[in-house]
């Protein structure tokens, strides 16, 4: 790496993320099943397939239209491991709090974090909690991981995406990230948004009903779906089309990224994901989607070609067509 | 609200209309320039490059604000950031531009107090809630961002505030077109002029430049069909050889622009020469603050020591910006020059040609 400093940009869920994991993570505790860069591991034990995730919150503010960082927390985790292809089962929670912060949020937290584990069918069976004195987190920090069962007939994996296979993408985008910052003290913008924080391992469970040609899921958080689009493209060597007139994006978040100049692909979204199938199943897997509640506006937003591998290419409104590359920078810290 | 009229100019049939009356008009082989970077990132961001025939090309201007300001500034500013008694505030362009020796971001990995705003006035705001440090705004941009900034000091005068200083390095874009039509090499067919700016200072603004060199000219607004739609005016005129100073903005640019802005802008601001990167130094091209508002200017309070602008080795950032040559050309375009690592300012800004050309081309 050539900076000597980490910086905010290290933590964007871009390049720089993506680089500080491959030149300092990878070579410090390389193994086969890390090196696979999904959301979480994929183990087997003694005939045993589990999937295993961890993820941190940070999110500044904690409470936010649409959730606070007790839900975030849970539902995230529930999503890395869903996106295995994994029935999600037991989750554990580490709490880093600041020192004089207000018992009554916390209660909050917890209990929103109970709500939506019960919702999603999975407990919370082990955990752990450090105060640190005032200045040394800020409020406070949740670590979740958590572990699921993954169905012996099932294979997802970034990297096994095929030529021909149709992208389904669950949803409108950028809804948490243009929320959280709706929030923030340096926009203060009063808008009609809301984050979409959501589990989705009842939804990857009835897609799984449906077809077992699903080849790749992902859910695009941090660095939004221009960012998710890419990595797969990299890791499975090919390329991907995708319609710009397809992406839903909701008419408020459309509205505050023109004001503020952010591109909504690279915006972060908590409860929407991307799956890979093959053509011949694509429609019965986007009807099961459309059939839950987190997955009303969900649409085919492009496919997989064997040309440009590694590269995502984006169909214009106009009819053009230009390069959909990662993020690069800081689009906003503490999103999640 | 902000939907309103945008979704109309990004539609499909009414791109593909203009699209075909530029296939049909269009026989020359001819260099056209958008001088404005917003226009820069649209272009790419819309795939209108890919669309053209080919032998129009696009030329991208030196109207990247971040891109065109002159070393020594970015230098002062990091310099600033480094006091203890000082809070430096920015647009966030800014942050990763490279200095001869540090860049903001590293300056805030440091520790040091610098805030990311999003108008002058979050940063009087800041003034005023801490009331113990001395809060500068760097103020960068052309004609379309100085009346805001002027408008902050004026409420910091109004407010009593006493420690909200601006650092200037604003630009005026007419000064500049006329330095670019008498560089040497440069071989512009016409120009796609800035929406933007235009909005604040109208078209006849243009007047004197037009009449001097009697070159195409269109205002064009941002949105996909509004470039397209300048593109076709000046293929218009270049192939009737009927040079026009033609206003296709007609929306929100009126003849005299918004006289309101203009005039906030001159009260605080006296015009002054001003160094361009890539350019040198363009007469009356810049703005300072007026002695009546010393007392705001960061030039006055604090005393820098910075030598001449130090040029960066190999980067070709001031032959890009007027022109002369396009990102791949430059030895270090995405070979030590990424956005994630830039050499040069034109990688950095979102709105510089590098930075687009690395994000939305193969």
Redesign the interface.
Known sequence: M?AD?????HGSGG??SE?LVRELMLPAFSNPILEKLDDGASLDINGTRLAFSTDSYVVDPIFFPGGNIGDLAVNGTINDIAMCGAVPLYLSAGLIIEEGFPVAELEIILNTMSEAAKKAGVKIVTGDTKVVPKGAVDKIFINTSGIGVISQDICVSGSNARPGDQIILSGTIADHGITIMTQRE??SFDAPVSSDTASLNHMVKNMFSASKDIHVLRDPTRGGIGTSLNEIAVQSKIGIKIYE?SIPVK?EV??MC????F?PVYIANEGKLLVFVSKEHANKVLDVIKQDKAGKDACIIGEVISD?PG?VI??????????L?ML??EQLPRIC | MTNRYIKEYRDDSLSRKIIDGIKATSKKKIKLMEVCGTHTVSIFRSGIRSVLPENISLLSGPGCPVCVTDQREIDIFIQLSKRDDVIVATFGDLMKVPGTDSSLIKERANGKDIRIVYSAMDAVEIAKKTPDKNVVFFGVGFETTAPTIAASILTAEKEGIKNFYVFSAHKLVPPALNALMNMDGVNIDGFILPGHVSVVIGTNAYRQFFNEFRIPCAIAGFEPADILQGILALIEQIESQKPYLVNTYKRVVSSDGNKKAMQIMLDVFDITDASWRGIGLIPESGLRIKEKFKEYNAEEKFVFSIPASQPIKGCECGKILTGLITPPECPLYKKTCTPEDPVGPCMVSTEGTCAAFYRYSS
């Not at chain 1, 400093?5 to 940009?9: S, T």
């Not at chain 1, 023109?258 to 100049?261: H, N, P, S, T």
């Not at chain 1, 984006?314 to 390069?323: F, H, N, V």
Request: hydrophobic fraction near 35%; proline fraction near 0%.
């Open positions: 050539k400093k980490i910086l905010l940009d390049k720089a680089r340096e926009f007139k008419k459309a509205g023109e004001i503020l100049g591109d440009n590269k984006l169909k214009t409104l106009i009819g053009g067509e230009r390069i590359d690069t920078g």
